[in-house]
């Protein structure tokens, strides 16, 4: 049995790899705005309203420590960040605090999440990233998402050259059928992924010892 930290446990993905850990029958400590959403079973948990806020996410890594503790020392074998933000809206319209909104969640977020609970990583942990198939974003009114997302690749590629022994993956699924289709003015694709393929993907991925990118596009 190993240990996850999930953050972003509330979202549609997030409960899917949630899950998929607990019937692998692994320890889940669970991050996220709506506690009410995490996945049943979760063995602890936390409530933040902004994984960007350095403070807020401090205290959750403090909280989360003295729990480890509690439990005899244990540690982090593996960290997934599911949290994600969309808007479909032009650059010239945009307005600084969307634009900031959604580097926060998809890209500030994921540097906040790994360098407040990195003392808590065991010393080979893997880490997961969820990001997106971002040539295919390259599309008028994505600008934010696209950067960030694109940005999220870099990010993740720097941490894996600085810490050699830690496995980094960014998980680069196609359409997902989550309540992001309800942010945007597109169709969700007839083939798209459902959250399960994703989460099961990840499970895989790290039994496997993935480091890299890993797309996961519908058959």
């Not at 807020?56 to 005899?72: F, K, N």
């Not at 007839?190 to 058959?219: F, M, S, W």
Request: hydrophobic residues 45%.
């Amino acid at each position: 049995m190993g240990h996850l930290l999930l953050v972003g446990a509330d979202s549609t993905i997030g409960q899917s790899v949630a899950k998929a850990f607990l019937e692998d029958e692994w320890e889940v400590w669970a991050i996220g705005r709506h506690p009410e959403r995490f996945a049943p079973g979760v063995q602890w948990s936390y409530a933040v309203s902004n994984v960007a806020d350095f403070e807020q996410m401090t205290r959750a890594a403090q909280a989360l420590q003295q729990h480890l503790q509690a439990q005899g020392e244990r540690q982090v074998d593996a960290l997934v960040y599911t949290v994600g933000d969309i808007l479909a809206q032009k650059t010239h319209e945009m307005g600084i605090e969307a634009w900031q909104r959604i580097m926060d969640a998809n890209l500030t977020g994921a540097f906040v999440a790994t360098r407040v609970f990195s003392p808590l990583f065991s010393p080979e942990p893997h880490l997961f990233y969820i990001g997106a198939l971002t040539e295919r974003l390259i599309l008028p009114g994505l600008s934010a998402y696209a950067t960030a997302k694109a940005g999220l690749e870099i990010f993740a590629q720097v941490v894996a050259k600085e810490q050699p022994r830690w496995k980094v993956t960014v998980v680069r699924p196609g359409a997902v059928a989550t309540r992001f289709w309800e942010r945007v003015p597109f169709r969700l694709p007839p083939k798209a992924l459902q959250p399960e393929d994703v989460a099961l993907r990840i499970l895989e991925a790290y039994y496997n010892e993935h480091r890299g990118t890993l797309d996961i596009v519908p058959e």
